[in-house]
C-alpha cells in the first residue's frame, strides 16, 4: 500500500503539493520520476502482447490453485493488455534524489497544510469517531492521506489488475508482482470492488492512502458497515480507517509524539547520533539535548537522536511512533513529512531549524563513488551499492574524525569532494 510494502514501490515523487502522491521513490537510484525511453518499437510491443497473453494462460492455472475462479478472471482481464507505460515507469532511473528540505517544503507547504485542515474540518466526525477506535491521532492519519494522495485528489488511474499483471510478466521483481495480483484477484472475488473501479498508481497501490494489495487483505476494514472495504470511494471512511487500523496493530503510542525537534549542544558527541541508542528525553536534557525552546523534552519513552541532514540540519528525538510510521514506508523523509504535517495540522509551528540550503543531493552514482572512496581510504563501507545505509555512515565518521571534521555521518557532496582530492 502506502503501506508496508510501497516502501517498496512508490507511485509518485517528490511531487507538487497540490497533485500527486508524496511517496518517495524507492528506487536507490531516486526519490523522483523521470523521462525515459522504451527500447524497441510498436513491433517489440505487439511481440510483448502476444507474449503478454501466453503468460496469462499460464498465470490462470497458478490463480485457480490460489483459489481464483474463472468467473473472476474472466471479468478481472477483459480488455486487459500489456502497458508498456508501466513497464517505462518501473525501469525508470532518475539521476538525482531531493534534499529532506526540498521533500518538507512540499510534504508540509503552506497549501498542504490549509487543504489539510479543511479536510480535518470536512471530515471531522469520521476521523474524531476513527481516533476513537484506533487511538491514532486524527491528524496522522489525515497526514498520510495528505501526502498519499493530496487528500483523495490524486488516487491514480491506471487499471490496478493490467498494471501487476505487466509488471509479474516483465518487471523486475515479478514473484512480488503475481503474489500482489492474486491478492488483487482475491479482493475482486470477496466483492469489495469491481475491476472497473480498481484503479490506482501504475504498481499497483491503490485508494485514498495507496494501499498494495496484500496490505489492503491484512489490514483494510469496512468502517461504514455496508459490508465492503472500499478504499475506492469518494467517500475515504473506510480507507482512513484502514490506514488508523495499520498504525494501530503495528503499534502506534497513543499521546506519545512521532518526534519533536531538539537543538544539541556544543560539543555534541554526534556518535550517538544512532537509531540503536536510545535514552529517556530526562537522560538526553542531562545531556544537553533540548527542545527549542530550551526546554527538557517529557519523557514520552526512550528516544534516539536522528540528524538527517548531519550537522548543517535539523536535529530530532524520535520516538516509538516514527518506527511505527516508518512500517508504511521506510525512507526518514516520508516519515519526517508525516509527522510534521500532523504536527502542523495541529496547529504546531514550522520547523526552526535551518538546513544546509547550499548543498545538493547526491545522484546515484556519486553515491557509488563516495563509498568506493571511503574504502579505497580503509573506511570500509562493506558495500558498493548506492545505498547510504548504516555502514556507510559509520565509514563518513570515520573519515571525518580523520581529517577533523564533526563526525556527523552526513553522506554530503563537500564530503565527496574532500575525498576526490585526497
Given amino acids: 500500500m502506502g503501506i508496508a ?63 481464483i475462479s474463472d468467473r473472476t478472471l474472466d471479468r478481472a482481464f477483459r480488455g486487459v493488455k500489456y502497458n508498456a507505460d508501466v513497464i517505462q515507469k518501473d525501469r525508470n532511473q532518475s539521476e538525482f534524489t531531493k534534499t529532506i528540505w526540498e521533500y518538507l517544503d512540499s510534504a508540509a507547504s503552506d497549501t498542504r497544510v490549509k ?38 485528489t490524486y488516487r491514480g488511474s491506471t487499471n490496478v489488475i493490467e498494471a501487476l499483471a505487466t509488471l509479474a510478466y516483465d518487471g523486475r521483481r515479478g514473484r512480488f508482482f503475481e503474489a500482489q495480483l492474486i491478492d488483487a484477484l482475491k479482493i475482486l472475488q470477496s466483492g469489495d470492488t469491481s475491476p472497473r473501479n480498481m484503479t490506482g498508481s501504475w504498481a499497483g497501490a491503490m485508494g485514498h492512502t495507496q494501499f498494495i494489495p496484500s496490505s489492503y487483505q491484512a489490514f483494510a476494514v469496512d468502517f461504514t458497515g455496508d459490508g465492503r472495504r472500499d478504499i475506492w470511494s469518494d467517500d475515504p471512511a473506510d480507507a482512513l480507517a484502514s490506514t488508523a487500523a495499520y498504525l494501530a496493530r503495528h503499534g502506534w503510542k497513543k499521546g506519545q509524539p512521532w518526534g519533536i525537534e531538539v537543538q544539541l549542544p556544543r560539543g555534541f558527541n554526534y556518535a550517538l547520533a544512532n537509531r540503536k541508542i ?10 544537553g539535548v533540548k527542545d527549542m525552546n530550551g526546554r527538557p523534552v517529557r519523557d514520552y519513552g526512550a528516544a534516539s537522536v536522528l540528524l538527517p541532514a548531519g550537522a548543517q540540519g535539523a536535529a530530532f528525538l524520535i520516538f516509538k511512533n516514527f518506527s511505527v510510521i516508518e512500517r508504511y514506508n521506510t525512507a526518514d523523509a516520508y516519515v519526517i513529512g508525516v509527522g510534521h504535517l500532523s504536527d502542523r495540522l495541529k496547529g504546531g509551528p514550522k520547523l526552526r531549524s535551518k538546513w544546509p540550503r547550499g548543498d545538493r543531493a547526491l545522484s546515484f552514482a556519486e553515491r557509488k563513488e563516495l563509498q568506493k572512496r571511503l574504502t579505497k581510504q580503509g573506511f570500509d563501507t562493506q558495500k558498493i551499492d548506492g545505498k547510504i545505509g548504516p555502514l556507510t555512515i559509520q565509514a563518513v565518521r570515520g573519515y571525518q574524525r580523520s581529517i577533523g571534521m564533526e563526525p556527523d555521518g552526513y553522506a554530503s557532496l563537500s564530503i565527496l569532494k574532500k575525498l576526490r582530492r585526497n
Fill in 278 to 287: 536510545q535514552k529517556m528525553p530526562s537522560e538526553w536534557a542531562r545531556m
Fill in 5 to 67: 510494502g510501497l516502501a517498496l514501490l512508490g507511485q509518485g515523487a517528490l511531487a507538487n503539493p497540490l497533485g500527486q502522491s508524496l511517496r518517495p521513490q524507492p528506487r536507490p537510484e531516486s526519490l523522483q520520476q523521470a523521462t525515459v525511453t522504451l527500447d524497441g518499437n510498436a513491433a517489440r510491443v505487439s511481440s510483448k502482447n502476444l507474449g503478454f497473453e501466453r503468460w496469462i494462460r499460464g498465470f490462470r492455472k497458478r490463480a485457480h490453485a490460489a483459489g
Fill in 115 to 152: 487543504n489539510g485542515r479543511k479536510a480535518l474540518q470536512r471530515h471531522g466526525r469520521t476521523l474524531r469517531a476513527i481516533e476513537a477506535k484506533y487511538g491514532v491521532d486524527k491528524e496522522v492519519v489525515a497526514a498520510v492521506w495528505g501526502l498519499e494522495s493530496a487528500y483523495g
